[in-house]
C-alpha cells in the first residue's frame, strides 16, 4: 500500500475486497491539512490536492480519496444534479 505523503491524518481506512488492497483517505481532512500546515486558502489547497495528488497515479496501490456524503447527496452525485 502506497501512502500519500503528509497526509496521514487524513487516512481514515484500508480497501478490502478484490484486488490490491490501498489506503483510504478523507478528502476534506487532506484539503484542511494543506490549509493549516501549508496556509494555503481553500481554492489553492483544492487545486493543489486535484492536480498534484488526488490524480497522480502511482500503480495499483494508488491511494483512494473520498468524499463523505449523506444518501441524499450521493443520489443527486449519481443523477447529475450536483458534481465534484
Not at 21 to 34: A, S, V
Request: aromatic share 8%; charged share 25%.
Amino acid at each position: 500500500m502506497l501512502r500519500a505523503d503528509g497526509f496521514e491524518k487524513a487516512e481514515i481506512g484500508v480497501s478490502v475486497g478484490l484486488g490490491v488492497q490501498r489506503i483510504i483517505y478523507d478528502y476534506d481532512r487532506c484539503i484542511q491539512i494543506l490549509i493549516d500546515r501549508d496556509q494555503m486558502s481553500q481554492t489553492d489547497a483544492i487545486d493543489y490536492l486535484q492536480h498534484n495528488v488526488v490524480h497522480a497515479w502511482v500503480g495499483d496501490s494508488t491511494p483512494i480519496f473520498i468524499e463523505t456524503m449523506e444518501s441524499a447527496e450521493i443520489d443527486q452525485y449519481a443523477d447529475g444534479m450536483i458534481g465534484p
